[in-house]
């Protein structure tokens, strides 16, 4: 029963929860996919990380600081500053949906540091690669992220990733969900994260849903990770204890 989940039978769950609750209208000049990752933590803890729109920086790599004005609530904004080094300073987050019953998170980019757009312009010339050589970039960007150290990122990765998609984070929405699962006979998570996003002038559907995924990737590794410690942490309290 359980090899059989493992199998077919997960793949059949994930369509199925992606058909019923990662549904986004997709214009024409837009791209759009979604994400799945499997963490060994129980949902109460993951979804506990990633309902806290007011704390993204609890799991987020990016993130630095987040405030919040007023209550949190379904239109609450979320005003999130980004690590230095990043092409981004700034981002205006709207939350769309919060749903505790059936652990789905929504949210809308409505706003940011459009300092980016002109970085297009004056680094056009500085960018020793261009965007065909994007996927290169991000197979290091990611590698690094992944072990969490952005202090070897090489100045020119950043100035392609200003060049080619950050310059453009338009009407970017994601909608995150976690369902329970059985990993290794414990109770496990699975989490979808699904986007919608313009493609910016100048770039393809591909080139812009590769770098979103690969931003991505990082924030689910994260949380992977975190939610993985804290329920080790969760299984060994007790003994700690005696
Ligand atoms: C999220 C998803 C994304 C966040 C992107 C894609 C962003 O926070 C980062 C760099 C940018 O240049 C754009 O759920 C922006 O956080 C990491 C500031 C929006």
Redesign the pocket.
């Known amino acids: 029963m359980i090899a059989m989940m493992s199998g077919y039978g997960c793949i059949k769950m994930e369509d199925e929860y992606i058909r019923r609750h990662h549904r986004h209208e997709i214009r024409d000049n837009q791209c759009s996919s979604s994400l799945v990752k499997h963490i060994k933590a129980p949902v109460h803890l993951v979804w506990s990380l990633v309902r806290s729109f007011d704390q993204?920086q609890k799991y987020?790599p990016?993130v630095s600081r987040c405030i919040v004005q007023g209550d949190l609530e379904i239109g609450s904004v979320r005003e999130?500053n980004?690590k230095s080094g990043?092409?981004?300073t700034t981002?205006t987050e709207r939350l769309e949906l919060l749903d505790d019953e059936e652990h789905i998170f929504g949210m809308r980019?409505v706003g940011?540091d459009h300092r980016l757009k002109l970085n297009k312009a004056n680094y056009t010339s500085l960018a020793t690669t261009s965007c065909n050589e994007l996927s290169m970039e991000l197979v290091g960007f990611g590698l690094i992220v992944g072990v969490m150290d952005y202090s070897n990122l090489a100045h020119h990765s950043y100035i392609n990733l200003v060049h080619c998609s950050?310059s453009n984070?338009q009407n970017?929405s994601?909608i995150v969900t976690v369902h329970p699962e059985i990993i290794d006979g414990r109770p496990g998570t699975l989490v979808i994260e699904s986007f919608v996003v313009d493609v910016p002038d100048g770039n393809t559907k591909d080139e812009t849903c590769y770098f979103?995924e690969a931003?991505?990737k990082c924030?689910l590794k994260s949380l992977s990770d975190v939610s993985e410690r804290l329920a080790i942490q969760d299984r060994t309290e007790p003994i700690d204890r005696m």
């Open positions: 993204p987020k990016f999130v980004v990043l092409p981004a981002s980019i940011g950050f984070m970017y994601s979103v931003l991505i924030n």
